[in-house]
T-cell receptor, first 111, second 112 residues
Framework: KAGVTQTPRYLIKTRGQQVTLSCSPI?????VSWYQQTPGQGLQFLFEYFSETQRNKGNFPGRFSGRQFSNSRSEMNVSTLELGDSALYLCASSSPPGEQYFGPGTRLTVT | EDQVTQSPEALRLQEGESSSLNCSYT??????LFWYRQDPGKGPEFLFT???AGEEKEKERLKATLTKKESFLHITAPKPEDSATYLCAVQAPTGTASKLTFGTGTRLQVTL
């Protein structure tokens, strides 16, 4: 069974730009969660989607948003990028909510 | 607010030298406690889920245990390939949704 895939793997953006990251969950998984990982803060929960609905949201500003499509694929968007948004963005899928399986992540660098 | 504290932050072991990693947690209504392994530049790899105090799970040289306040990851006779960051996370029920709260991890280095 194919694992969670994330694209792109690496991204370099400048401050003020916006970025869209994509996640394809494991086949049959309907829940997708997003996390931000930085050396200082570790892994922090961004939001979770299930059946195209956001079910839970972490403590991040409104510049961070996401959506889920009918095929369970998910995207997250960060607008007006700041230097502090540089991080590894991880997507995880599960079904039913339980063990979450992570993708390889997208490394975002904001300059 | 859910909290997870892992200790030690870093651990260096010689091959064959057994040890334990600690994960202390505070959560309102534990749904599950998870252990992950993360190699540099990669996403966390799922290891174990524990649901209730007294539960134990094993996989190769790893054994995870759970009490009402903490979990231990015991590593028996580690090998250099066990070197990684080990992350602990708790899942608390929030309605029908779920999210994981992670600790900051223990960086394990196993040398020859």
């Amino acid at each position: 069974k194919a694992g969670v895939t994330q694209t792109p793997r690496y991204l370099i953006k400048t401050r003020g730009q916006q970025v869209t990251l994509s996640c394809s969950p494991i086949s049959g998984h309907r829940s997708v969660s997003w996390y931000q990982q930085t050396p200082g803060q570790g892994l922090q929960f961004l939001f979770e989607y299930f059946s195209e609905t956001q079910r839970n949201k972490g403590n991040f500003p409104g510049r961070f948003s996401g959506r889920q499509f009918s095929n369970s694929r998910s995207e997250m968007n960060v607008s007006t990028l700041e230097l502090g948004d540089s991080a590894l963005y991880l997507c995880a899928s599960s079904s039913p909510p339980g063990e979450q399986y992570f993708g390889p992540g997208t490394r975002l660098t904001v300059t | 607010e859910d909290q997870v504290t892992q200790s030690p932050e870093a651990l260096r072991l010689q091959e064959g030298e057994s040890s334990s990693l600690n994960c202390s947690y505070t959560v309102s209504g534990l749904r599950g406690l998870f252990w992950y392994r993360q190699d540099p530049g990669k996403g966390p790899e799922f290891l174990f889920t524990l649901y209730s105090a007294g539960e134990e799970k094993e996989k190769e040289r790893l054994k995870a245990t759970l009490t009402k306040k903490e979990s231990f990851l015991h590593i028996t006779a580690p090998k250099p390939e066990d070197s990684a960051t080990y992350l602990c996370a708790v899942q608390a029920p929030t309605g029908t949704a779920s999210k994981l709260t992670f600790g900051t991890g223990t960086r394990l280095q196993v040398t020859l």
